[in-house]
Every structure is written in structure tokens, then in C-alpha cells.
């Protein structure tokens, strides 16, 4: 993998990682508002799913040395969990925490964000 000036060395260098990054402090920052009895739950899970996927990529992309299969194991979870932020975001929205605008926002990002995870690990193979 190269990047524009050279080889990137880190995961964070990745266009897929800071865009999931972007998202996942919006993330956090709009589930601070969420109510009491919400964060621990709800806006606890979607915190930590968001955060995931950056952390599987970071986690993944350290260990390309050693396998490039288990890089691609690593962004299937980040895969996993993309898919799991868009069903609490779904909660989010129905039980009123978030509005149409953030819903339809987050769903987008998260949307070129998995697509982007799926052609990253076919580069792989």
C-alpha cells in the first residue's frame, strides 16, 4: 500500500481510518446528550462500535508484517462492526435520541465507510 509521498506506515494514515475516526468523535460527542439511563446502554454500544472499527484497523494493520490475511481477519471486524453502529444508530433514531438529519448523516458516512473496508481487504487478496 502506498500513499502519495511514499509507503503508509501507520493505520491512522489510512483515508478509511480517518474518516471513521471523523465519525466516531461526532459519534461520542452527540451520545453525551443521550439520556441518564442510556449511557451505559445504548449510547455506551454505539460509542464502543464506532471506536471499533478504528481499533480493528490499527490492531490489523500492525500485525500486515507477520500476515496479510490477518489484516483482512481484522477489517472483516472492523466490517462487523460498521454494521453494528447502523443498527444503534437505528435505536437511536427511533427512540428519539438523534434527528432525521444525524440518522441520515451517519448512515451515509458509515455506508462509504464499509464500502471503503470491503475494498481495502480485496486489495489484500
Request: aromatic share 12%; charged share 25%; hydrophobic share 40%.
Amino acid at each position: 500500500m502506498e500513499k502519495a509521498g511514499g509507503y503508509i506506515q501507520r493505520a491512522r494514515d489510512l483515508e478509511v481510518y480517518k474518516r471513521a475516526y471523523a465519525v466516531s468523535l461526532d459519534v461520542h460527542n452527540a451520545t453525551l446528550a443521550f439520556p441518564k439511563i442510556e449511557q451505559y446502554a445504548l449510547a455506551d454500544q454505539l460509542r464502543r462500535s464506532s471506536k471499533g472499527i478504528c481499533a480493528n484497523l490499527a490492531e490489523g494493520f500492525a500485525k500486515q508484517t507477520h500476515s496479510k490475511a490477518e489484516f483482512a481477519r481484522f477489517i472483516s471486524m472492523a466490517l462487523g462492526s460498521c454494521s453494528e453502529v447502523d443498527t444503534w444508530i437505528s435505536y437511536a433514531f427511533d427512540l428519539g435520541y438523534i434527528t432525521q438529519a444525524k440518522l441520515d448523516e451517519w448512515l451515509q458516512s458509515y455506508a462509504q465507510i464499509y464500502g471503503m473496508l470491503v475494498n481495502l481487504r480485496e486489495k489484500l487478496r
